[in-house]
């Protein structure tokens, strides 16, 4: 029974990524677009005052393209394909990924009821970390490969690299160590993962309680249950990534290729030196787009497979 619970789970976890990346893969290349370095900043000429005799200075300042600027510059130099680059290394590790996560997250949380309090925030919080560092450690080298797949740039008609010319390139140029390069921006953002799980898992558990405390309500799920599991995956989010945005910015900087980004804290430094605070936020709107559906979607994916295959989970 434990080891058909958990095929389950890897079942459910793989399905529900697959539909995710698969629908929200442009969003995912605006996003790194946006959070790189390279991207082409616009001069603007801004008067700066504070000079001896008070007058105004003019002196250019850089500006972020905006979304749609960077999404119209894409189509029109590349061709809508490019708004699916990275997508085959996306679909061979969002499966596998989520299939993974899911099943740590699911039995390390046995694990941690035996512990703590069962299904307390502590446990939800362990059990969602734990899975991301497991994910994280054995994914790492599939991601890179696909941020530098939607980093570069090629014009219309210009061959681009496939996943596996890409992955024989980094190793060329860089070796194995080249596939962690991020690494340690993905463990940082464990926080982020945890964050979503400990608000979407207490908001389930209360949507359990008013739905069994309801007399009219029985044991069977309804569609409007799912739909608000997706509400909930999608609030919870939301909010994580909003809290836990930077951390992404700097794993992109990290995996650039020939970058002078080398460490995590070094990365921060130099961002917010040369660039300011602000630009650890830059691609946050592309990124709350595209996640919080793929995350409603990936979520209730999951709890629609597991429903239908087996017991609902806890």
């Given at each position: 029974?434990?080891?058909?619970?958990?095929?389950?789970h890897?079942?459910?976890?793989?399905?529900?990524g697959t539909?995710?990346?698969i629908?929200?893969?442009?969003?995912?290349?605006?996003?790194?677009?946006?959070?790189?370095?390279?991207?082409?900043l616009r001069?603007?000429?801004?008067?700066?005052?504070?000079?001896?005799s008070?007058?105004g200075?003019?002196?250019p300042?850089p500006v972020?393209?905006?979304?749609l600027?960077?999404?119209?510059s894409?189509?029109?130099?590349?061709g809508?394909k490019?708004?699916?680059?990275?997508l085959?290394p996306?679909?061979?590790?969002?499966?596998?990924s989520?299939?993974i996560?899911?099943?740590?997250?699911?039995?390390?949380?046995e694990?941690?009821?035996?512990?703590?309090?069962?299904n307390s925030?502590?446990?939800?919080?362990?059990s969602?970390g734990?899975?991301a560092?497991v994910?994280n450690?054995?994914m790492?080298?599939?991601?890179?490969?696909?941020?530098r797949?939607q980093?570069?740039?090629k014009?219309?008609?210009?061959k681009?690299?496939n996943?596996?010319?890409?992955a024989?390139?980094?190793?060329?140029?860089?070796?194995?160590?080249?596939?962690y390069?991020g690494?340690?921006?993905?463990?940082?953002g464990?926080?982020?993962?945890m964050?979503?799980f400990?608000?979407y898992e207490?908001l389930?558990?209360?949507?359990a309680q008013?739905?069994?405390?309801?007399?009219?309500?029985?044991s069977?799920?309804?569609?409007s249950?799912?739909?608000?599991?997706m509400?909930?995956?999608?609030f919870?989010?939301?909010?994580?990534s909003?809290?836990?945005?930077?951390?992404?910015?700097?794993?992109?900087?990290?995996r650039?290729?020939?970058?002078?980004?080398r460490?995590?804290f070094?990365?921060?430094?130099?961002?917010a030196v040369?660039e300011?605070?602000?630009?650890?936020?830059?691609?946050?709107i592309?990124?709350?787009?595209?996640q919080?559906p793929?995350?409603a979607?990936?979520?209730?994916t999951?709890?629609?497979?597991?429903?239908l295959?087996?017991e609902?989970?806890?």
């Amino acid at each position: 029974m434990a080891q058909r619970d958990t095929f389950l789970h890897l079942f459910a976890g793989g399905c529900g990524g697959t539909v995710g990346a698969i629908m929200t893969c442009p969003l995912e290349v605006l996003k790194t677009r946006l959070q790189s370095s390279r991207i082409a900043l616009r001069p603007v000429f801004q008067v700066q005052l504070g000079t001896l005799s008070g007058t105004g200075v003019l002196r250019p300042g850089p500006v972020t393209p905006g979304l749609l600027q960077v999404l119209r510059s894409i189509l029109e130099k590349e061709g809508p394909k490019s708004l699916f680059r990275g997508l085959g290394p996306n679909l061979v590790g969002v499966a596998p990924s989520r299939a993974i996560y899911f099943a740590a997250y699911s039995k390390s949380k046995e694990g941690f009821n035996s512990i703590f309090v069962p299904n307390s925030g502590v446990v939800h919080m362990s059990s969602a970390g734990f899975a991301a560092f497991v994910t994280n450690s054995l994914m790492n080298p599939i991601w890179m490969v696909k941020t530098r797949m939607q980093l570069e740039k090629k014009a219309r008609g210009e061959k681009r690299m496939n996943a596996l010319q890409c992955a024989r390139y980094v190793y060329r140029s860089e070796g194995v160590r080249g596939f962690y390069r991020g690494l340690t921006a993905s463990y940082a953002g464990i926080s982020e993962t945890m964050i979503c799980f400990l608000i979407y898992e207490t908001l389930k558990k209360h949507m359990a309680q008013r739905r069994f405390s309801s007399p009219s309500s029985g044991s069977d799920r309804r569609a409007s249950d799912f739909l608000g599991l997706m509400m909930a995956a999608a609030f919870a989010k939301g909010c994580a990534s909003c809290i836990a945005y930077p951390h992404e910015v700097i794993r992109t900087r990290l995996r650039e290729e020939g970058s002078k980004y080398r460490y995590f804290f070094q990365t921060a430094r130099l961002v917010a030196v040369e660039e300011g605070y602000a630009a650890f936020y830059r691609g946050l709107i592309p990124q709350l787009i595209r996640q919080i559906p793929n995350t409603a979607i990936v979520l209730s994916t999951y709890e629609l497979i597991v429903y239908l295959l087996g017991e609902p989970s806890q």
